[in-house]
């Protein structure tokens, strides 16, 4: 039997991670929509049709679905790679892979920027050759690249750890290809975790700052993503306009999130 002070110690620990829960996470996505329609309902829709945050909203998806296909497949490669095949410098490679978790975003916008920028390394050859990285799309695209490439990888990993070799290599064995060996062997049983890894580089793609606001330039209906033309709208006064942008951004995350913890639910109901 529970005694009467572990059950009001449990009350309390349960009350406070409540309160913590709505402090930390649900005060301040109210705020920012309370904000956002401050001035009603016809202005906040007014300034989302704003030519430059309806580009914004565009480069924002575009680059999101580039870099999610791109880290998709990447990622399922390393992955595999790095689970199925046992090589000298293994663990190097494992910690390249999770390099662009433990450095600043600026750092990795700054890197981009000496490669392809015109002062740059191969900033002369791009100039020459009339190709544009550095403050353009490729550039936002590269860096958004770089920060996101470790979920999906690392996402699937310990279940393609879990798996081993054995179902893989009789698949080979009975002519199977590697595509086929993939697509019915290995992601089945991995196929919650890919997703997950889907869904967390969709909503770290959406919400770069740091690495796209050095390479982008912020250049207004151009080369401004979501959270870029937030900040642009915030500085400029427009303080509305900028919460109702931020407003959106956040549902989009929401519900990814959302879509994520249903997924990760069903998938261990599935599994009990």
């Known amino acids: 039997m529970i005694q009467p002070s572990a059950r009001i110690g449990r009350f309390v620990l349960i009350v406070l991670s409540y309160v913590a829960v709505a402090t930390v996470l649900l005060l301040p996505v109210l705020l920012i929509l309370s904000e956002a329609l401050q001035q009603g309902w016809h202005h ?7 030519p430059d945050a309806l580009s914004a ?3 924002t998806a575009f680059v999101t679905v580039i870099v999610t296909v791109l880290n998709t497949v990447g990622g399922m490669a390393a992955a595999w790679f790095l689970t199925k095949y046992t090589f000298p410098g293994r663990r190097f490679m494992v910690a390249l892979i999770e390099l662009p978790l433990s450095i600043s975003p600026v750092i990795a916008g700054l890197v981009w920027l000496l490669l392809f920028g015109r002062e740059g390394w191969w900033g002369n050859w791009l100039e020459r050759h009339d190709i544009q990285v550095a403050f353009a799309v490729p550039g936002i695209v590269l860096a958004t690249l770089f920060v996101t490439f ?3 990888a690392r996402t699937l990993m310990p279940y393609m750890e879990q798996q081993g ?15 086929k060996t993939l697509r019915h062997v290995t992601l089945p049983d991995a196929g919650g975790a890919l997703l997950s890894g889907i869904l967390l580089t969709t909503a770290r793609a959406m919400g770069e700052f740091g690495a796209v606001s050095v390479v982008s330039g912020h250049i207004p209906g151009e080369t401004e993503t979501m959270p870029l033309h937030i900040e642009t709208l915030y500085n400029g006064y427009q303080t509305a306009a900028a919460f109702t942008m931020a407003a959106l951004l956040a549902l989009f995350a929401m519900a990814i999130v959302l879509f994520r913890s249903v997924l990760e639910h069903s998938v261990a109901k599935k599994q009990s």
């Open 57 to 59: 909203i565009r480069l």
């Open 150 to 152: 470790p979920y999906v």
């Open 44 to 50: 906040a829709w007014t300034s989302l049709m704003d």
């Open 165 to 179: 070799t054995d179902a893989e290599e009789a698949a080979f064995l009975l002519g199977a290809s590697f595509w």
